[in-house]
């Protein structure tokens, strides 16, 4: 659980900053840049966003889509210093051995 009382407002109505320095929106545990990856990858539109995250507002989510533009590169960089940690942790990882099967029978 966030400490809400750690939490620095801004400008952008519904979003908050977390001491980490990530931009949530308040009340919530939604990352900006989840939402922004919602709309990349799914092609989303603010209503979609809504219909998938019910407990979001409207008003939430254009407050993240807003926030998101107008801090879009260090948004980005952040979206992509995440993937880097992630591709780290999966290339450390390896491969499991249920797709090691997969792979095996052809099916992968």
């Not at 966030?2 to 620095?8: F, W």
């Not at 990349?40 to 989510?61: C, P, V």
Request: glycine share 6%.
């Amino acid at each position: 659980m966030l400490d809400t009382n750690a939490l620095r407002p801004t400008q952008y109505p519904h979003i908050v900053v977390t001491p980490q320095n990530v931009p949530v929106i308040e009340g919530t545990t939604m990352k900006v840049i989840e939402i922004d990856l919602a709309q990349r990858s799914y092609g989303w539109t603010a209503k979609e966003i809504q219909i998938n995250h019910r407990y979001l507002s409207m008003g939430q989510i254009c407050a993240a889509l807003a926030y998101y533009w107008d801090n879009r590169q260090a948004l980005d960089e952040d979206i992509e210093h995440r993937e880097n940690i992630v591709q780290k942790q999966e290339h450390a990882a390896g491969e499991s051995a249920f797709a090691g099967r997969l792979r095996s029978q052809g099916l992968l």
